[in-house]
Every structure is written in structure tokens, then in C-alpha cells.
């Protein structure tokens, strides 16, 4: 009987430590951990004026599974896959090719896998498929609703979320960080092309204190196409944040992205928000996105206005009002996101 007791202790133990973070001790006294988290986002809609299709459906924009490991005082290591629509609408790539590419409603694909080596306390390099810092690393973070809804740029693809390639970034008093990336330049979602050229970008945040951040943001990709133009894009970001109110503003600017220098492919945009916590759990944000230059009538203003409760600290409900200019709908979304 006490055997049997003590087996039942040991096993109690053991799925415990596994459901936890496992720390490891290797050698030379370094304690290895590995994290798993995840994201799981889902919501309801209704549209007000007959404009959406389908008018009200139930629908789970991101489930996303990730593990993190410090393998080394200076090695952490990320591996992200999410669930999600991984459609592009009629890309251009670097050859000229144009085309459509759709994967399933909901297609697991890796979203991130990469490797951070701290080489010196202010140098670090970064392998593998990168998370963008065109938008996903700061203005998301700050957005702070993605269960809600992604930010612009990511909303209007100005950009690819993630790609393959390596990246050196400068650390400077925790206050400067600029970055240097060079990726294949055709997203998560294909392999580079026989003709394809890099995207390089740069990436410079300033920290001044806890409560403001400043950050900008400017990539180029030249293309094998004869005589073509080079495609750009620029975003500069102010946020300032206290306890109980965020706000954020930025600009956002691609040019050229069809490669050549027709007018009629260049974009610009502005996009701002902010949240205030007027309760402990309960917190009231909006969010304003305007096109200043677009070839696409369906690409106009846009507006979200909610309120947000959250019942525990990882978990976050919302009720919230959207306005397309663009497709002229009007919905009400009822959205949840927990996180662990």
C-alpha cells in the first residue's frame, strides 16, 4: 500500500513539472529553462448595415503555440507556429512574377524560429525567420488589442510578418537599439526566388524613459526585373504610456511596391490609438487608421471604438464598434484572447 502511495506521489510530481517551465541545470552551474506559451483568439461579429459577407459569423483569427529556451547564458532560442489564414492577395515578387497565393482558413505555418546570441553585452545576432520589426516587435506590443485586430501596416500589408535571414542589433545604455536585418524578401509563406534580391532594413528605437518610446523603420528591395525601381517602405512611431492611459501614433509610407514607378502603387497612411484604464478590469480603447495615398477604393478610413473586461490577467473580453469607409461596413465584435 505505501508503495502503491508513494507511485502515485511520484507521478503526481513528475506531470507537474511537466505542465510548469522545466528548468534544467547543465554544466558549468548554467540553468537552462524552456517555456512553452500560447495565444488563442477568438470572437463574434454582426454586421449593422447589410454590407458584411457573411453578415454575422464566429471566427478565431489566431491560435498560436510557441516554445523559448535559454540554452546558453548567451543563446535563447524561439519557435513560434500559429494558426491562422495565411492568404496574400496578388503579390508582385522580385522577378516580376505576380500571382495569388491562399493557403487553408486555418493553415498552421512556422511563424518564427530564431536564434539570439548575445555575442557582447551590446551585440547580438539573430538567425532564422525573424519576426519583422516593420511592425510586429513595438507597434503591435503597444496596440496591445490583437485580439482585437492587427495594427495597420499588418492590416494593409505593408509587409511580410516574418522572413527568413539574420540580423545584427546594437544595444546602447537600454535606451538606443539599431538593428541592421537582411531577409530573402519573399515572407514566411515561399521560398526565394531564383532571381530574387534581399530586402535590408534598419531599425533604430530610443527609449528615453519607461513612459515614451520613439522608433523608425526603413527597408529596400531591389528587383531582377529590367529597368525596375527599387521598393521601399518608411514608418516612424511616437508612443507614451502610463499606468492608466496609452496612446500611440505613427506613419507609414511603401513605395513602389510593384517595382516600377507608377504612382498608382504607392501608399501612405496614418494610424492612432490609445486605451485608458478607468477601473482595475475594466479599460476603454479606440483606434483611428487614414489612407493618404492608395490606388485601391476599397483601402479608406478606419475606426474601432470598444470596451475591454478582464476577468483574470491573461484574459481579456471585448465589445467593440468598426467602420470601414472603404467597404462601408459597420460591425459590432464581441472578442476574446487569453493568453499562457
Not at 503555440?65 to 495565411?86: M, P
Request: cysteine-free.
Amino acid at each position: 500500500m505505501k508503495l502503491y502511495l508513494l507511485a502515485i506521489v511520484l507521478s503526481f510530481l513528475t506531470f507537474n513539472s511537466i505542465a510548469q517551465d522545466s528548468i534544467v541545470k547543465s554544466e558549468n552551474h548554467f540553468i537552462k529553462t524552456i517555456k512553452v506559451f500560447g495565444n488563442l483568439y477568438a470572437g463574434y461579429y454582426h454586421g449593422l448595415n447589410g454590407k458584411s459577407t457573411p453578415n454575422s459569423a464566429f471566427n478565431m483569427p489566431t491560435a498560436l503555440l510557441g516554445v523559448s529556451s535559454e540554452i546558453a547564458k548567451n543563446v535563447k532560442t524561439t519557435l513560434i507556429y500559429d494558426v491562422t489564414r495565411t492568404t496574400n492577395f496578388s503579390y508582385t515578387d522580385t522577378s516580376g512574377i505576380s500571382g495569388y497565393f491562399e493557403g487553408s482558413k486555418y493553415t498552421a505555418y512556422l511563424k518564427m524560429a530564431q536564434i539570439d546570441w548575445k555575442i557582447k553585452p551590446f551585440l547580438m545576432l539573430s538567425v532564422g525567420q525573424l519576426l519583422n520589426e516593420q511592425y510586429l516587435t513595438v507597434q503591435d506590443k503597444w496596440w496591445g488589442h490583437r485580439y482585437v485586430d492587427v495594427t495597420f501596416q499588418e492590416k494593409n500589408r505593408f509587409g511580410m510578418p516574418a522572413d527568413f535571414g539574420a540580423r545584427f542589433t546594437y544595444f546602447y545604455k537600454e535606451k538606443i537599439s539599431f538593428s541592421l536585418t537582411a531577409v530573402n524578401g519573399e515572407g514566411p509563406f515561399r521560398y526565394q526566388d531564383d532571381d530574387g534580391k534581399h530586402l535590408i532594413s534598419g531599425n533604430l528605437q530610443y527609449n528615453p524613459n519607461k513612459k515614451l518610446m520613439l522608433k523608425f523603420y526603413a527597408d529596400i528591395q531591389n528587383s531582377a526585373i529590367p529597368e525596375s525601381i527599387s521598393r521601399m517602405a518608411f514608418s516612424a512611431f511616437g508612443g507614451y504610456k502610463i499606468e492608466k492611459l496609452m496612446v500611440g501614433a505613427e506613419f507609414n509610407m511603401l513605395n513602389n511596391s510593384n517595382y516600377s514607378s507608377d504612382s498608382n502603387y504607392d501608399y501612405s497612411g496614418l494610424s492612432f490609438y490609445s486605451a485608458y484604464n478607468f477601473k482595475e478590469k475594466v479599460q476603454v480603447f479606440g483606434r483611428y487608421d487614414a489612407m493618404l495615398a492608395h490606388n485601391n477604393p476599397l483601402l479608406k478610413d478606419y475606426l474601432i471604438a470598444g470596451i475591454q473586461y478582464s476577468p483574470a490577467k491573461s484574459y481579456n473580453i471585448s465589445i467593440n464598434y468598426r467602420n470601414n469607409s472603404g467597404t462601408e461596413e459597420q460591425v459590432i465584435f464581441i472578442n476574446f484572447g487569453a493568453t499562457f
